[in-house]
């Protein structure tokens, strides 16, 4: 999580015009239904009004965050009324002042786990808007296809939640949600309620300031259809277009991709989990791939730094997720990515070694050394305090035959820059 700031005080609610406004403790269901509306009153103008009156300061590139959250909630099927009412806790009204900057777009703290960790960038407002609801609607069940955020695509991918969703009962509330999204805030959902009645209590009984805004939104959802039907659908190999600032979502899947293709076909020892299924038609796929890879490489600049590694990432249910970026897309080792090294007088596109990542999801780091068809691969593995032997033992029986530990570490971070001094580029 980022910034959060309580509200001044609590207020008795006594609008009439209201609908479905919880008490503290009983907040509505994240997903809308027939009993379950946005608030009436909750309008993009009335909105904005009420964030002025808490951060007087207002970066104008949020003049219009209530219509993107009006507009992609209503997409989504959410309660983005409280969304958005999570987020000016979230984001300090706006403010920021924690570990997440304003440049950022992120709304909701993905991957910012505290100690100046930032967590993720999006391109714009709307982009992280969408990053926002897209991570509340994955808590419901509902299966996120292509998700904006690389913490979504994570977590979901892990099935990180699995477990949790069965222990609830009926449609997911806010405060079932806030009991899982920050448990170490335990005024988390009271917080978002009194946020929620400072509203009610001020701008929802006031006139709406910019009424035309409901119906910018609602044009624009139209418009979005119109354009929907002149653009065919992309098939499941295709190759997504890279934006120069985005924060390297879709190269990280790519590189996943690759990564599960060529362990099939070229490493069937190292890998992660399932990839002995992928076929020899799968491997040219993904050599595809990584020469458009390639090509788009010079537009994502510093923004893919992190994009392949799998910081403060939960612990998954399975077996460890491995990530490898292969050499045909290699990049310097500053960038901390997984790369392959070319030997010194070694034949043109000959591969010395690898560096690869896999985690248990632990905060401490190990290197394991294992070689493969005259390959060296360095394995930076993130495990469990107190288990560290044991996960690392484990690794190597199932991904690394006749591997061994090299190292162990602190951070990742330091045990990637290890990692790469002894698999460095050349």
């Keep these: 999580m980022n910034f959060r700031v309580k509200a001044a005080g609590l207020v008795v609610l006594a609008s009439a015009i209201l609908t479905q406004q919880a008490s503290a403790g009983d907040l509505p269901a994240v997903k809308v239904s027939a009993s379950n509306n946005v608030m009436s009153c909750a309008t993009p103008g009335r909105l904005m009004a009420f964030v002025k009156t808490r951060n007087e300061k207002l970066d104008a590139k949020f003049s219009e965050i209530a219509s993107e959250y009006m507009r992609h909630g209503d997409e989504l099927g959410l309660r983005w009324d409280y969304a958005f009412f999570q987020m000016l806790l979230e984001t300090g009204n706006l403010k920021f002042g924690g570990d997440v ?23 714009d407002v709307p982009t992280g808007v969408r990053a926002h609801l897209e991570h509340l609607i994955m808590y419901t069940g509902e299966k996120v296809a292509n998700p904006v955020a690389e913490r979504t695509r994570k977590v979901q991918e892990w099935g990180v939640l699995t477990e949790w969703q069965k222990t609830i009962k009926g449609p997911l509330t806010f405060a079932q949600l806030a009991k899982k999204w920050a448990p170490p805030a335990r005024k988390y959902a009271h917080e978002i309620e009194q946020v929620s009645e400072n ?17 910018a939104v609602h044009a624009g ?25 985005s924060p390297g979502v879709e190269l990280a899947k790519r590189a996943n991709e690759v990564a599960r293709a060529e362990g099939a076909a070229k490493r069937s ?64 080792p500053a960038t901390k990515v997984a790369a392959g090294a070319v030997a010194k007088g070694a034949k043109p596109g000959a591969v010395a070694c690898k560096v690869f990542q896999a985690s248990y999801g632990g905060a401490k780091t190990v290197i394991i050394k294992a070689v493969a068809n005259d390959v060296t691969h360095y394995t930076v593995l993130d495990v469990n305090e107190g288990a560290e032997l044991r996960e690392a033992d484990a690794y190597i029986a199932a991904y690394a035959p006749g591997g061994k530990q090299v190292g162990e570490f602190k951070t990742q971070n330091t045990a990637l820059d290890k990692a790469f001094e002894l698999c460095p580029e050349g």
Excluded at 101 to 123: D, I
Excluded at 221 to 245: H, N, Q, R, W, Y
């Design 221 to 245: 959802k139209a418009g979005a259809k119109e354009a929907a039907k002149a653009v065919p659908a992309l098939g499941v190999a295709a190759a997504p277009v890279v934006d120069a600032s």
């Design 269 to 332: 020892a190292l890998g992660a989990g399932g990839a002995a299924k992928a076929t020899a038609a799968d491997a040219k796929a993904a050599e595809t791939k990584a020469a458009e890879a390639k090509a788009d490489e010079g537009k994502a600049g510093d923004t893919k730094a992190k994009s392949y590694a799998l910081l403060n990432a939960p612990k998954p249910e399975a077996d460890p997720v491995v990530t490898a970026k292969p050499a045909e897309t290699a990049t310097p």
């Design 101 to 123: 900057k304003v440049s950022q777009n992120n709304f909701a703290g993905l991957g910012a786990t505290g100690n100046g960790e930032r967590g993720e960038s999006f391109k």
């Design 199 to 215: 509203f009610s209590d001020g701008p929802c009984k006031a006139a709406d300031p910019h009424p035309e805004l409901v119906g």
